[in-house]
């Protein structure tokens, strides 16, 4: 049994910061990489950023290049996600995910992971 848990999340004013963490326990495995999806009221899941475990490879969505920062630490286990200049289109669920990889493995592709968080909220007010 393995478990993802968020936390960091809160309402924050728009230009604001905040840092999330995803801190893995259980039954852990030599991850391939963990990310990060959000979700907002009526909207699909989308990807925000990823981190590759070997070599720390990152990916960004294009929404959130530039103002977010993904980051990891193997020995705990744990993904970060630094988030600055807010925006209140930023407004959402925030979700870690853990994968163990695939044969053709997409940062962005949902199904691509194996393990998520329950969430933690993030609001960003104007």
């Known amino acids: 049994q393995v478990q993802l848990v968020e936390s960091g999340g809160g309402l924050v004013q728009a230009g604001g910061s905040l840092r999330l963490s995803c801190a893995a326990s259980?039954?852990?495995?030599?991850?391939?990489?963990m990310g990060w999806f959000r979700q907002a009221p009526g909207k699909e899941r989308e990807f925000v950023a990823a981190?590759?475990?070997?070599?720390?490879?990152?990916y960004y969505d294009d929404s959130t290049k530039g103002r977010f920062t993904i980051s990891g630490d193997n020995a705990k286990n744990t993904v970060y996600l630094q988030m600055d200049s807010l925006k209140p289109e930023d407004t959402a669920v925030y979700y870690c995910?853990?994968?163990?990889?695939?044969?053709?493995?997409?940062?962005?592709?949902?199904?691509?992971?194996?393990?998520w968080g329950q969430g933690t909220q993030v609001t960003v007010s104007s």
């Open positions: 981190v590759r475990w070997n070599g720390q490879t990152t």
């Open positions: 259980g039954r852990t495995f030599s991850w391939y990489a």
């Open positions: 995910a853990a994968s163990r990889g695939r044969s053709i493995w997409y940062a962005g592709r949902h199904s691509d992971y194996d393990y």
